[in-house]
């Protein structure tokens, strides 16, 4: 089960957190604040590495979203969906590959045979 806290909200920094577990890969969803009490979002992919010493490090990639950019984020990530799922199966009987299972962000199983690490 994901943790969830909601902090003082005069406090300022982090004020809410869900982690989100999906294949080999932890998205990380935090609500912040500025010193101004004005809420942003950071979403970060946290993934599991070894390194060349064979011990293990997290590699992790942050996003910032502003409120102001809320709405506009919002509708190219649904277009963006919406298009994966409509084009999706198109794509996946045109090759004779096994689709691997990721979790989307809203928690449904979305199939893709895209290799991130193979992408530039």
Do not use: W
């Not at 990380?28 to 970060?44: A, E």
């Not at 709405?71 to 096994?98: M, P, R």
């Amino acid at each position: 089960m994901a943790e969830h806290y909601d902090n003082n909200r005069d406090s300022g920094g982090e004020l809410f957190s869900k982690p989100v577990k999906a294949g080999k890969r932890t998205y990380f969803f935090d609500v912040k604040s500025t010193r101004g009490n004005d809420y942003y979002l950071t979403i970060t992919e946290s993934k599991k590495r070894i390194g060349d010493d064979g011990k293990f490090f997290y590699e992790k990639h942050k996003l910032f979203l502003y409120k102001e950019d809320f709405d506009k984020f919002s509708e190219g990530l649904q277009e963006a969906i919406a298009y994966i799922k409509a084009h999706a199966s198109e794509s996946n009987t045109a090759t004779n590959h096994q689709p691997k299972s990721e979790v989307s962000m809203n928690g449904t199983a979305v199939h893709s045979n895209v290799n991130f690490e193979d992408l530039g």
